[in-house]
């Protein structure tokens, strides 16, 4: 569905591939339909990732029923259950699943988009299952929609589907985590891979984004 659904919006270019096996994906996290875009990128490698997605998600009429189906797992951010997806998350991983987290927690808000600093949960699931991390780093779906969709969505989508921007995905070998102490070194690692992955795909805008989104919050 997600190749289907992108494809009249977008040009989506995947390169990079996924080891076999469980695998936590670790992503930057741009805008609000990066887990189509990422979903598609997946598929094109054969994988079927579960997300762990916002638990407010859950609850959008059709969106929270093919999230369900599809076995993706809430995050009941700010509660004292939000430990609980870490536990599912790692269920999943040792059950063989490929699992996709963004290490920032939120859609990014760095003036250049580029990776802020994350929280540790997808350290902490890679040093309790030992699964490899793969930096997973993404560039254009920010000109799909704009930051407050679904508002401003409709303009946003007529206009991609006259463009149809070129959305660029790529997957990074392994983060060596080797000798990492804690968890927030681990995340610091992922962090930086995700950085250094993304570079390549936005050569020609190094310091800022050249699309304009107003409806940004500044930091």
């Not at 598929?43 to 609850?59: I, S, Y």
């Not at 000109?143 to 946003?156: D, M």
Request: hydrophobic share 45%.
């Amino acid at each position: 569905m997600a190749r289907v659904i992108l494809a009249p919006f977008c040009r989506l270019r995947v390169c990079g591939e996924l080891p076999p096996g469980p695998v936590i994906l670790a992503a930057n996290h741009i805008n609000p339909v990066d887990p189509v875009v990422l979903m598609a990128a997946c598929h094109t490698r054969r994988a079927d990732p579960r997300f762990l997605a916002d638990a407010a998600a859950f609850h959008l009429p059709l969106v929270g029923a093919v999230l369900r189906h599809a076995g993706h797992i809430p995050v009941r951010r700010g509660t004292t259950a939000v430990s609980a997806a870490l536990v599912c998350a790692v269920d999943a991983v040792r059950a063989g699943a490929t699992v996709l987290v963004y290490p920032e927690g939120r859609i990014g808000l760095d003036p250049g988009m580029w990776p802020e600093r994350g929280k540790t949960g997808a350290a902490r699931l890679a040093l309790a299952t030992g699964a490899p991390v793969v930096p997973v780093a993404q560039w254009g779906a920010h000109e799909l929609v704009p930051y407050a969709a679904p508002r401003g969505a409709v303009r946003g989508l007529a206009r991609a589907l006259m463009r149809r921007p070129v959305v660029r995905v790529r997957f990074a070998p392994p983060v060596d985590l080797t000798g990492a102490r804690t968890a927030r070194e681990a995340t610091d690692r992922i962090i930086t891979a995700i950085t250094d992955t993304l570079r390549p795909l936005r050569p020609d805008e190094p310091d800022r984004p050249r699309h304009a989104d107003p409806t940004r919050p500044a930091l």
